[in-house]
């Protein structure tokens, strides 16, 4: 699985994001088949990727699964550690 925040380098809040997901990532049992990635909105490449995937606001968390399917969704909100544990403790590791 796969978890990619859209957001801004300068936003305190995504950076926020960010690192609760890493953390809570990297101290689950599936550190080894979840991954994260930060989809910088202020670059073109980003910008892009938001508009592909339907993004206006900033952070949004899409959780894939391996095949590319979105499990869940947070926009305009730091995802709930109980939310994101959940969805780490059914991963396959």
Avoid: Y
Wanted: proline share 3%; hydrophobic share 45%; charged share 25%.
């Amino acid at each position: 699985m796969k978890f990619e925040v859209f957001g801004r380098a300068t936003c305190a809040k995504c950076r926020s994001t960010k690192d609760k997901l890493g953390h809570i990532i990297g101290k689950s049992e599936a550190a080894g088949s979840a991954t994260l990635a930060f989809v910088d909105m202020d670059t073109v490449e980003g910008l892009a990727e938001a508009a592909f995937n339907d993004v206006h606001e900033v952070p949004t968390t899409l959780l894939r699964s391996d095949g590319g399917d979105v499990l869940a969704r947070w926009d305009a909100q730091i995802p709930p550690s109980v939310e994101v544990q959940s969805f780490l403790a059914g991963a396959k590791v």
